[in-house]
């Protein structure tokens, strides 16, 4: 299996997680997924790709603790989010 493949069955299992409200672990398995993408770049020496995607993924960590830390100051509910 490539690491194509697997990261994309984890990009499908992380939108079902979306798509079912688990937004902590849909993240977690998109990350998991961007781990496949890098790999996969740097075996076909896309060391630029490579750099992209880790600078992304890099983001998308720090977004992850900052929200699972409850430092963002938003929440899913637009009700909330218009106080």
């Not at 409850?70 to 637009?78: I, Q, R």
């Amino acid at each position: 299996m490539s690491f194509a493949i697997l990261g994309g069955i984890l990009l499908n299992i992380g939108a079902y997680l979306t798509y079912k409200g688990k937004i902590y672990q849909a993240v977690t398995v998109y990350l998991f997924a961007d781990m496949c993408w890098i790999f996969m770049a740097y075996e076909k020496s896309d060391y630029i790709g490579a750099f992209f995607i880790i600078t992304g993924t890099t983001f998308g960590f720090l977004a992850y603790r900052k929200m699972r830390n409850g430092e963002m100051k938003k929440t899913l509910n637009k009700e909330e989010n218009d106080l």
